[in-house]
């Protein structure tokens, strides 16, 4: 379990310090222009949720939310007035971008979000809530789970205040994960899967109060949207510790309720764990591929219509379902015959595929397309079949294919050699 290292200073230098420690020179920066002009103005100024847990956590935060106890738009306007750059507005939500001039972030970041403080209702349980403008404390009250309701202050005298008014810092210390109150996964069920994000993402516990809470509030999930749902699957998927999350989902039959054919176990998990070889921005894409594709295309159009996924995302899935459930039949074939098969998946499915192969003869053929033979091409081109005579037509791309073929099953193995063969072929 990461316990932070400390708590947070009370001095004010101490706290300035460990917030300068924390930002990169330019982000600090960039919250010292914000902090001055609110507190010109006379706005309090948070930073506010991950960032703030992170930061006690020890663990490198980069996003940041800005909350400020007022108009967040006046406070935009003010620093566009003083510093230049553009805003762009959300007045219903009381939120406002700030595009920042070159002056203020030459390399850095190109925007910043400046949120209104807020108070939130929910018309019925699993809508979009009702938004009224509200007081740091109604900003707090109305987030899932009490380690992210810490903030600090920004503005003036204030800089690296902690504000801790829901008992954030104890649970962050104990280890904790904690709705606020009875229906917090009601009024937004993303949070079942959040919470399961955060306690195997930092190795917490679920307060066993929340965790009681959670059998009652499973039919809630049916109410999520597809785009809703998938995104927290999604987010799932992207965390190093994704395939832990996912039993821990199915143990709580969130998993289930999202949809029955979502199941885990012990080999999938093995599998999912392989997406950690991608880079990071292939992760969420391979996540999926790895943990779907043993299931039967009819399965996955189960899924595909409870999650609707992108249309990429959905041709890749299905191709690495079909590509593994005949992953045998290239056991015992010439290289010829499995790549033209091979040359028709999406790329990344093949490479999900032979991700997800611990070893054998498949693998091996798998490996072989990855690495050379997808690469192999003859010597000749339609060019120079132009300039034996040939008419331009359906042949060319015939006499192309035997040419490579013969190179891939080692019948040419020379320049000499594919000239021959072509003569005889034309
Ligand atoms: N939040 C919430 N309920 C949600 C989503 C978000 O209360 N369903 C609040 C939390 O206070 C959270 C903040 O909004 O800290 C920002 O949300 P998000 O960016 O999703 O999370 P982070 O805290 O930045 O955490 P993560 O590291 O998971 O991105």
Do not use: C
């Amino acid at each position: 379990m990461s316990i932070p290292s400390s708590s947070w200073p009370a001095e004010s230098g101490a706290r300035a310090k460990r917030l300068a420690d924390a930002l990169s020179p330019t982000s600090l920066s960039l919250l010292q222009v914000v902090a001055d002009e609110a507190a010109r103005r006379g706005l309090p100024l948070y930073l506010v949720g991950g960032f703030v847990r992170d930061l006690l956590l020890g663990r490198p935060a980069t996003d940041f939310d800005l909350v400020v106890e007022g108009d967040a738009t006046a406070l935009a306007r003010a620093l566009v007035a003083r510093h230049g750059g553009d805003t762009i507005l959300h007045n219903r939500f009381g939120t406002a971008q700030w595009l920042l001039p070159d002056t203020i972030s030459p390399t850095g970041h190109s925007s910043l979000d400046l949120i209104s403080a807020r108070s939130e209702t929910y018309k019925h349980p699993s809508a979009l809530p009702t938004v009224r403008p509200g007081s740091l404390a109604d900003d707090l009250r109305r987030r899932d789970f009490t380690v992210n309701t810490l903030a600090l202050r920004l503005d003036g005298e204030y800089f690296g205040e902690l504000r801790d008014d829901l008992g954030g810092l104890d649970d962050l210390q104990r280890g904790l994960v904690r709705v606020l109150h009875q229906r917090s996964f009601e009024d937004d069920p993303t949070r079942l899967f959040r919470l399961v994000r955060y306690e195997k993402r930092y190795d917490f516990e679920v307060a066993p109060e929340t965790l009681a809470l959670i059998p009652e509030s499973l039919p809630w999930i049916k109410k999520l949207s597809a785009e809703r749902l998938r995104h927290e699957l999604d987010l799932i998927l992207e965390e190093d510790n994704a395939a832990a999350m996912l039993k821990r989902l199915a143990e709580l039959k969130i998993l289930a309720e999202a949809h029955p054919a979502l199941a885990v176990n012990l080999s999938i998990r093995r599998r999912v764990e392989k997406a950690m070889q991608v880079l990071p921005g292939e992760r969420r894409a391979f996540g999926w591929m790895l943990w779907l594709m043993h299931l039967s295309r009819p399965a996955l159009k189960e899924i595909e219509s409870r999650l609707h996924f992108h249309a990429n995302l959905r041709d890749a899935l299905f191709a690495a379902s079909r590509l593994y459930s005949s992953r045998d039949s290239f056991i015992g074939k010439k290289p010829g015959q499995y790549v033209a098969v091979l040359d028709d998946f999406p790329l990344d499915s093949v490479r999900a595929v032979y991700l997800a192969m611990l070893r054998g003869e498949a693998r091996r053929t798998l490996h072989n397309y990855l690495e050379t033979w997808r690469h192999v091409k003859p010597k000749t081109t339609g060019h120079t079949l132009k300039k034996l005579g040939l008419e331009p037509g359906p042949r060319y791309q015939r006499i192309l294919h035997l040419l490579r073929d013969a190179w891939l099953d080692g019948e040419v193995t020379s320049e000499e050699e594919e000239k021959r063969l072509l003569e005889k072929l034309v």
